[in-house]
């Protein structure tokens, strides 16, 4: 059986006193909580003050971006031990919004997925389509060259460390969500695909997210698909109450 995992994108929000106030709400009605794995991807600056917090719970810290480098001349970047160090766990890699507004390819995605590893961060790998995409049929053939560039290199074995996030572009911060027909399909997709690259067992055990607002409302119905494993939370995880239901999908 694979755990459900779900994971809070904070995204740009939230200062080190944003985070001590979501924190201090959110901890009492989740930080025991065991059927479900769940992590907070915060802000770099906020990574050393949610480990702090949430030392003694069940809740997790992540952060959303690593280096592909040990160190040196990449200003602006943040390096895996820097972030093992300042508490992280998890580590979102390849979200749509890195794709698009800070160039990140296949490429990038798998250098940093490598050094997420090396390093003993899991990393969170994120794949999707866009509306276009979807609209022009093809968003397996997308999936496919993301996953065979992103895993490239990767072993069977390592594969265990790492949670697939499906995020379909469109429905993402837009209000519009996949069905959840929609969305278990193209995750047993991404899992026969994964099923090819590594064997069906690993494929087996690997847990794949959906990305594309997932909220209190849907939260329940998607996550009773059988290829559904978990939910990569965006604006309903700045809210204590929204991110719990989601959480506690199952009542």
């Known amino acids: 059986m694979r755990k459900p995992i779900i994971a809070g994108n904070w995204k740009m929000n939230n200062t080190v006193a944003g985070t001590k106030q979501l924190l201090s709400e959110l901890l009492p ?6 059927e479900t794995e769940v992590v907070v991807c915060v802000p770099f ?12 719970t069940n809740v997790k810290v992540g952060a ?3 280096a592909w480098a040990d160190k040196g001349a990449f200003t602006g970047e ?3 031990d820097m972030l093992k160090e300042a508490g992280a766990e998890y580590v979102i890699i390849g979200h749509s919004e890195r794709r698009q507004y800070f160039g990140e ?7 940093r997925t490598v050094q997420a590893l090396k390093n003993g961060l899991k990393p969170i790998v994120c794949v999707g389509e866009t509306l276009a995409e979807r609209e022009g049929g093809i968003t397996e ?9 992103g895993f490239s290199g990767i072993a069977s074995e390592q594969m265990a460390q790492i949670v697939v996030a499906y995020e379909p572009v469109w429905a993402i911060g837009t209000g519009k969500t996949a069905t959840s027909a929609q969305a278990e399909e193209t995750i047993a997709y991404i899992r026969g695909k994964l099923a090819a690259m590594f064997g069906k067992k690993t494929a087996d055990a690997v847990r794949i997210q959906y ?33 719990t239901a989601v959480v506690k999908y199952n009542g």
Do not use: H
Not at 213 to 242: F, H, R, T, V
């Open 29 to 34: 009605l989740v930080g025991d909580v065991t």
């Open 45 to 56: 600056t906020d990574i050393a003050t949610a480990a702090a917090m949430t030392a003694g």
């Open 64 to 66: 959303q971006n690593v």
């Open 78 to 80: 943040i390096s895996a």
């Open 105 to 111: 390819t296949d490429e990038s995605v798998n250098k």
């Open 141 to 149: 053939e997308v999936l496919c060259r993301q996953l065979e560039g």
């Open 211 to 243: 990305g594309g607002s997932m909220n209190p409302s849907n939260a329940k119905e998607l996550m009773a698909q059988p290829d559904i494993d978990g939910g990569l939370i965006g604006g309903a995880s700045l809210k204590a109450p929204d991110f």
